[in-house]
């Protein structure tokens, strides 16, 4: 446990460069989809054995907290297959060693570039939820 | 210019725990070297501190440490690297991942172990020609880079690998292991290569490239572990 906490204390200590970055944000894309498939395997298998409390769940989901949540896991889903492919790259090819921060910067800009428009429609989505509650409230 | 020079200090018979102490020095030059400023530390005002140098020229490996949040080898690093007016501030710390003994000096024999590990030495059991065993260039090309390691263990202990897990035999000990591999007269790689497939092999290198920038000699290190990664997936 204690190397545990060390190593996250001094990850963020270190003057790592771009390739540091682009780890740390792997690593929380990766582990926070992970999350979220364990907590979504258990309450869909809720249909079968609890199926209230799979109803539930689903109205869970579509509360505002969970559609910021969305986009956040969206977000993780599109980085940590990008970067991820950026690394098999640069494994395949490991003379791309000495383009690594522009390769890096690239899989930063190729995520924004991909994610911009679920951003878009998402965002749209919760903007309707907001003012549907709204219209419902009044 | 004046520099301050904050040190992590820690001496296991008398610090509970390790503490920043801080010392000022005047009439500092921008060319000199970090080296040079813990020696002043040291020479005139605590000779309690203690530090590894040896040949202060980049060569031994003997003074890795982490400056101002990097690993660097202080008989290299610059002041001007680091301040820029006419005062500043610099921060040594020990490298990570291995024990501190005290001050700046850490405990290297995991980082040894783990070079030991790999065989680094030639191995050929065939009988010796009568002359060189010959070598094309383009043969000692391959392993150029490999052979500048000095072993600081500046690279080892800038991995987040290493430091979740010293068990990882490291970027160094990749590099040392690579040297010989890709050697045309050795006859020992699969060995090697079977080694560094274990678990604490470089299959824990996640690619992130802070050794490559923390190298002193400037050794592509990420570039020969993954060949070495190709080369095992090549057998
Ligand atoms: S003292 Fe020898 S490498 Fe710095």
Redesign the pocket.
């Known amino acids: 446990m204690s190397t545990l906490v060390m190593t996250v204390r001094e990850v963020l200590r270190y003057r790592g460069k771009e390739g540091q970055l682009a780890w740390i944000g792997h690593r929380l894309a990766g582990l926070g989809t992970l999350l979220f498939f364990v907590i979504h395997v258990i309450d869909t298998s809720w249909v079968y054995f609890w199926p209230a409390g799979y109803e539930h769940a689903i109205a869970l989901y579509r509360s505002r907290p969970f559609l910021i949540g969305e986009l956040f896991l969206v977000l993780a889903v599109i980085y940590h297959g990008v970067n991820g492919l950026r690394v098999a790259l640069m494994d395949w090819k490991p003379r791309l060693w000495a383009r690594q921060r522009e390769l890096t910067l690239a899989a930063f800009v190729l995520t924004a570039v991909l994610y911009a428009p679920a951003f878009v429609i998402m965002m749209g989505h919760i903007i309707n939820a907001w003012s549907a509650t709204g219209v419902a409230a009044r | 210019m004046e520099i301050t020079l904050r040190i992590r200090r820690y001496n296991p018979e008398v610090d509970e725990k390790p503490y920043w102490a801080e010392y000022t020095l005047e009439n500092v030059e921008r060319t000199d070297r970090v ?1 040079d400023l813990l020696h002043r530390v040291k020479w005139e005002i605590d000779g309690t501190l203690s530090f ?13 440490m982490r400056i101002n949040g990097m690993n660097l ?4 690093a610059l002041v001007k690297d680091f301040v820029k007016g006419a005062k500043g501030r610099i921060q040594v710390e020990p490298i990570l991942g291995l024990p501190v003994i005290k001050d700046l000096i850490v405990d290297m024999d995991t980082f040894f172990e783990h070079y030991r590990t790999v065989m680094p030495y030639f191995i050929n059991d065939e009988e010796p020609p009568e002359r060189e065993r010959l070598q094309s260039p383009e043969e000692r090309a391959i392993f150029d880079e490999s052979t500048k390691c ?1 072993l ?1 263990a500046a690279c080892t202990t800038s991995c987040p690998s290493f430091w979740a897990n010293e068990t990882y035999l490291g970027p160094a000990a990749i590099v040392q292991a690579h040297r010989f591999i890709f050697d045309s007269r050795d006859q020992a790689a699969s060995e090697r290569l079977a080694i560094l497939s274990e678990e604490n092999g470089v299959w824990r290198c996640r690619t992130i490239y802070n050794c490559t920038m923390a190298c ?1 000699r400037e050794i592509p290190i990420t570039q020969l572990i993954a060949e070495v990664k190709k080369e095992i997936g090549r057998r």
């Open positions: 080296l590894r140098r040896s040949c202060a020229h980049g060569v031994c490996g003997s003074d890795a080898l202080a008989c290299k000095i600081c002193p």
